[in-house]
């Protein structure tokens, strides 16, 4: 069984609004006939939105080019390291907040031996003690 829905073939992106509660979003833009267009939803369905956004985009740019190995890369204009809540276990978490100069930004909560992980991958076999006496955050 087949579901009724409505098919807008959007053009362009033009602008957004928040509700003053923060409780919905509104995305405008221009279907193929050069109308105004909305959608609205919920901040929760915008979070799935978010969080299926890249995979989407990966998978088209994959199809496009013919690559399994393409992606997309954005320049890392800015970082910040905080220390966040315990995790589940107890462990102290950090967040990473990662941006271009463009103002796109993601954060990441990651316990101290994860982010050792991705130094060692970086820096070599490096041991988490020669690393860090203590797992602190960095501001930068």
Do not use: C
């Amino acid at each position: 069984m087949s579901e009724d829905r409505k098919t807008v073939q959007v053009k362009s992106l033009t602008t957004y609004k928040v509700d003053p509660n923060g409780v919905q979003v509104e995305i405008n833009g221009r279907d193929a006939r050069r109308e105004l267009v909305s959608l609205v939803m919920p901040t929760a369905s915008l979070m799935q939105l978010l969080m299926t956004l890249p995979k989407m985009l990966e998978e088209a740019l994959q199809m496009r080019s013919d690559d399994e190995l393409k992606r997309v890369v954005y320049p890392l204009d800015h970082w910040r390291m905080e220390q966040g809540e315990r995790g589940p276990g107890g462990e102290r978490q950090y967040i990473l907040t990662v941006g271009t100069d463009g103002g796109f930004k993601v954060s990441f909560a990651a316990a101290a031996d994860a982010l050792v992980d991705i130094a060692r991958s970086i820096f070599g076999g490096v041991g988490y003690e020669e690393l860090v006496e203590e797992p602190r955050p960095r501001l930068s």
